[in-house]
C-alpha cells in the first residue's frame, strides 16, 4: 500500500494536451498531498513548457519537470495520460514513451488514461483483454486491440484506469488515488 501523501506520479504529455485533463489531476493530487512531474519529448524541453488545447483554442502552459529520455518509472508509483486529440496522437510516435508505457505497466504500477490517450496503451500492447473505456471516437481502435470497452465513467483493470472525457475527472481523479494507495497490482501481462 502507498500513501498519496507518499506519492510521485508521472504525468506523461506534450503540446496539443487537453487542458483540464492534464491540470484537473496535477491540481487533484497535489492537493491530496502527491508530488506531481510533468515529462515531455526533449523538443518541449527548450521551452520548458508544453502547451494545451482548451475546447477550441490553444489554452494554457504547463511546466515540464523532465525530458521523457531522463524518465526512471521506477522512481514513480503512478503514470497519468491526458488526452486531446493532438498529445497522444504525438506521443505514440515516440519510442520512449511507449517504453515508459510499458515499464510502467509491467511493474504493476497505477496507469490512467483519459480520452484519447488510450492510443498510447494500444501503442504499447497492453489492451488487450482489459476492460476499458476511452473517448467514443476511438472505441473502434480499443476493441480492435482487444479491450473489453465499456461505456462508463471510469473503468479499472488491476490498476488500469481509463476514462472518456473532461466529464468524467472528478471519478478519474478520486480512482487514481484510490488504485496508488492499494498499491502495486501483480499479475498484470502484456499481450503477447
Known amino acids: 500500500m502507498t500513501d498519496i501523501k507518499q506519492a510521485r506520479i508521472l504525468i506523461m ?5 487537453e ?13 491530496a498531498g502527491a508530488t506531481v512531474e510533468v515529462a515531455a519529448p526533449k523538443s518541449r524541453m527548450k521551452s520548458g513548457k508544453i502547451y494545451g488545447w482548451d475546447k477550441d483554442d490553444w489554452g494554457k502552459t504547463v511546466s515540464v519537470d523532465k ?10 508509483d503512478a503514470l497519468i495520460l491526458p488526452g ?12 520512449k514513451a511507449i517504453e515508459i508505457v510499458k515499464a510502467f505497466y509491467a511493474a504493476g504500477k497505477t496507469v490512467a488514461a483519459i480520452c ?16 476499458c ?19 462508463e465513467a471510469v473503468v479499472t483493470d488491476k490498476g488500469l484506469i481509463t476514462s472518456r472525457n473532461p466529464g468524467d475527472l472528478d471519478a478519474f481523479s478520486a ?8 498499491g502495486v497490482h501483480a499479475g498484470r501481462r502484456q499481450a503477447a
Open 13 to 17: 504529455s506534450t503540446d496539443g494536451f
Open 133 to 151: 473505456t476511452s473517448y467514443a471516437s476511438i472505441k473502434t481502435d480499443m476493441i480492435n486491440a482487444g479491450g473489453e470497452w465499456r461505456d
Open 19 to 31: 487542458q483540464s485533463e492534464l491540470m484537473v489531476p496535477q491540481e487533484k493530487l497535489t492537493a
Open 84 to 95: 486531446g486529440q493532438m498529445n497522444p496522437d504525438k506521443l505514440r510516435l515516440e519510442p
Open 116 to 131: 484519447h490517450a488510450p492510443w498510447l496503451l494500444i501503442e504499447a500492447g497492453v489492451i488487450k483483454g482489459r476492460q
Open 175 to 182: 480512482k487514481i488515488i484510490e488504485e496508488i494507495e492499494e
Open 67 to 76: 525530458d521523457l529520455e531522463d524518465v526512471d518509472p521506477a522512481e514513480y
